[in-house]
């Protein structure tokens, strides 16, 4: 699938995934009424994933059973289609025109899996904007641990009550990095429903799927809620995900995110170089 200037919106297919009697809705805008699988199904259906449907309006798709098979024991619905929201080759290009070496199709598998899933990313402009602060905070996909390979030194971290295992350390891990150990605690909450991260944060630099997870939590966290985020403005997820960059007229470590951002925006065929604003 190749993207055009013209932005293609995913998850717009009426019904993109069945089973049975159950089924996926089309894109419902968000602030309308009859949302959910009214008159088709059960009364709420569940929401499962942020989309974009007719000239781009953001709502909710939701999986919805007719209330025969409706069962107190039935099983969780099945995982929704994921659909690229770029091509391997612009997922490529952002990276090596860029001046850093080829992704490897994992890379760019989780990247489109975790973007949409954790992140709430559905176009090809906000996942420029997060590739591009990913890009630059793992020099190229190279570096998910803050300092490298730096010896672990306790005297590195601050403690809190609820930092009970001493011999853990939370420095900076992922792609955009994760740090300190409360955090540890509230993202490994969110994306797996228990504290595993908490109890091995090195798994973050270790396994790339938990890179990306965690990196894409910290963007839908932070920037994806965002007004001017969701306007265009990178300027705005530079103040988001690290605002000390915003305050001086002129910041290197900013503008260099900007540029890395444009190279992208070509790579993924997207229209100009982007809107710098939102920073101050």
């Not at 001493?166 to 504290?195: H, M, V, W």
């Not at 799927?209 to 969701?230: C, F, I």
């Not at 990178?234 to 960059?245: H, N, V």
Request: charged letters at 20%.
């Amino acid at each position: 699938m190749k993207l055009s200037a013209l932005l293609v919106f995913v998850l717009e297919i009426t019904i993109s995934y069945s089973t049975g009697k159950c089924w996926y809705t089309e894109c419902q805008p968000n602030g309308r009424s009859m949302l959910g699988c009214k008159p088709h199904g059960n009364e709420t259906g569940m929401p499962i994933m942020d989309c974009r449907g007719e000239r781009a309006h953001r709502g909710k798709q939701y999986y919805c059973c007719s209330s025969d098979v409706v069962k107190r024991n039935d099983p969780p619905p099945p995982t929704p289609i994921i659909t690229e929201l770029v091509t391997f080759t612009q997922f490529q290009n952002a990276l090596t025109k860029n001046g850093f070496k080829s992704p490897s199709r994992e890379q760019f598998n989780n990247f489109n899996k975790y973007a949409q899933n954790i992140g709430g990313i559905v176009d090809a402009e906000e996942a420029a904007m997060a590739l591009a602060h990913i890009i630059y905070e793992s020099d190229g996909l190279r570096r998910t641990r803050e300092g490298g390979d730096q010896v672990k030194s306790s005297n590195s971290f601050t403690f809190t009550s609820q930092c009970r295992l001493p011999d853990q350390f939370y420095l900076g891990k992922g792609y955009l990095k994760l740090r300190g150990c409360n955090n540890y605690f509230t993202a490994s909450e969110a994306i797996y429903g228990d504290f595993r991260l908490h109890e091995n944060p090195d798994q973050v630099a270790e396994h790339d799927n938990v890179a990306w997870a965690t990196s894409m939590y910290l963007w839908g966290d932070r920037a994806h809620p965002v007004k001017e985020v969701q306007m265009g403005k990178f300027g705005a997820s530079i103040k988001e995900l690290t605002e000390d960059e915003c305050t001086t007229l002129a910041n290197w470590n900013a503008e260099t995110r900007f540029k890395i951002y444009g190279v992208i925006r070509q790579a993924f065929d997207l229209p100009g170089m982007g809107d710098p604003s939102g920073c101050r």
